[in-house]
């Protein structure tokens, strides 16, 4: 089968044709879930000097590996948000520090979820990137 590629953006080096047609999906899906579900405010374009009402609330994005929850991370570090709490298997935890996760837990222990309280004692925000019975939402 044949079939004939188009160019109407310049990928990076390090981004193939396949990864890149997520993009749009994982920042549709991040700017709607931020705006609409949990009600931050991402204003676009953002003011050189916005700092969001919520900037030191902790938000935990509940499948931070997962292609929305590593979008999430780094648009919502870029407006500013910096209590960013994160699930993850502990591989993962690097990568996710490096996008601006404040802390990061394995969703694997059985206490996930106390020691997320543990740390933030209060969870206001929390977008779950997972959404499965067992996997998100029984913890």
Not at 66 to 79: E, F, I, K, M, N
Not at 98 to 119: H, M, P, T
Request: proline fraction near 7%; charge should be negative; charged fraction near 15%.
């Amino acid at each position: 089968m044949a079939f004939t590629v188009l160019t109407v953006m310049q990928l990076p080096d390090n981004i193939n044709p396949w990864d890149a047609a997520t993009l749009g999906d994982n920042f549709v899906t991040v700017f709607r879930a931020a705006n609409h579900d949990l009600g931050l405010p991402l204003p676009w374009p953002k003011p050189d000097d916005y700092v969001p009402e919520h900037a030191s609330d902790p938000i935990l994005i509940w499948g931070g590996s997962s292609s929305v929850g590593q979008y999430a991370l780094q648009v919502l570090r870029y407006y500013g948000y910096h209590n960013l709490l994160a699930t993850a298997s502990r591989h993962q935890h690097a990568l996710l520090s490096s996008f601006g996760a404040k802390q990061c837990f394995d969703y694997r222990e059985s206490d996930v979820a106390a020691q997320i309280l543990n740390v933030a004692k209060h969870v206001p925000f929390i977008l779950d990137c997972i959404g499965s019975k067992d996997g998100s939402l029984t913890p």
